[in-house]
């Protein structure tokens, strides 16, 4: 019998150190965006914040402290804010899928058009010194913030088009990469869920034989400090 060997339900994990880079708007924090097919969950582990969230039910404010437990469905656009050393350790559904580009940025519309445009707009220096990194960090987040400011006036406003418009944009960048992630769900989450219903037909029956295979997996960090979308991210491979 099969036994998924990922970590529990195929989520990815990370560690986030969130931006403290000011804002136009008099904050301090990261990039906002969304996810088009992920659950996301954060679980504080120090220093103090919030995560703003903008959906149709309208804009939301979520206070962030040690031992808050927060989590949002795909199309929830979120923006942490950083008010003194906020730390989160992240939970993605889906095996690390946002990785793999299933999240958008809430830049302005004239960087929405096609994929090539928006891909030109976020990307870091792949060989680029720090500063350059986070220089472009920088800029992407500012570019991202001036766009969910606009879009948090509309919606306030009683005005939803610019919000559903921004929907239609996110999911038609990222149409031409629907078959991979198929594949990594089908590998993943998929497969992790098939396990379980293999593992209870067996119990069913008084067959308990996938016991005899149980492991124990443990890692380090793959990657210490990467420029993420929200900070700094100390991230895990499997």
């Known amino acids: 019998m099969v036994t998924f060997e990922g970590l529990p339900g195929a989520v990815a994990v990370s560690h986030l150190r969130v931006y403290d880079w000011p804002t136009e708007d008099g904050l301090h924090g990261g990039t906002p965006h969304l996810h088009l097919t992920c ?23 979520t206070p962030l402290t040690a031992g808050s437990l927060v989590w949002f469905t795909p ?15 992240v939970l993605m559904q889906n095996s690390g899928l946002p990785e793999a580009g299933d999240a958008v940025l ?3 519309p004239r960087f929405l058009t096609d994929p090539d445009t928006y891909r030109t707009a976020v ?3 792949v060989h680029g010194s720090e500063p350059e990194q986070e220089g472009a960090a920088r800029a992407r987040r500012d570019l991202a913030v001036q766009g969910f400011l606009a879009l948090r006036r509309a919606t306030e406003a009683g005005d939803t088009e610019p919000l559903a418009a921004f929907h239609r944009a996110a999911a038609a960048l ?19 869920s098939r396990a379980t219903g293999d593992q209870l037909d067996a119990l069913e029956q008084g067959d308990g034989g996938h016991l005899a295979a149980a492991c124990v997996y443990a890692q380090q960090p793959s990657e210490y400090g990467k420029f993420g ?6 991230v895990y491979s499997g």
């Open 75 to 89: 199309g929830t656009i979120h923006r942490l804010v950083n008010d003194e050393d906020l730390r989160i350790v």
């Open 229 to 234: 979308m929200c900070g700094r991210l100390d």
């Open 39 to 61: 659950s996301e969950g954060y679980v504080v582990v120090g220093g103090t914040g919030s995560v703003q969230t903008l959906t149709l039910s309208g804009f939301r404010q």
């Open 123 to 125: 990307a870091l220096p």
């Open 174 to 192: 990222v149409r031409h990469r629907t078959d991979d992630w198929r594949g990594r769900w089908e590998q993943g989450a998929a497969a992790a």
């Open 106 to 108: 809430t830049l302005p």
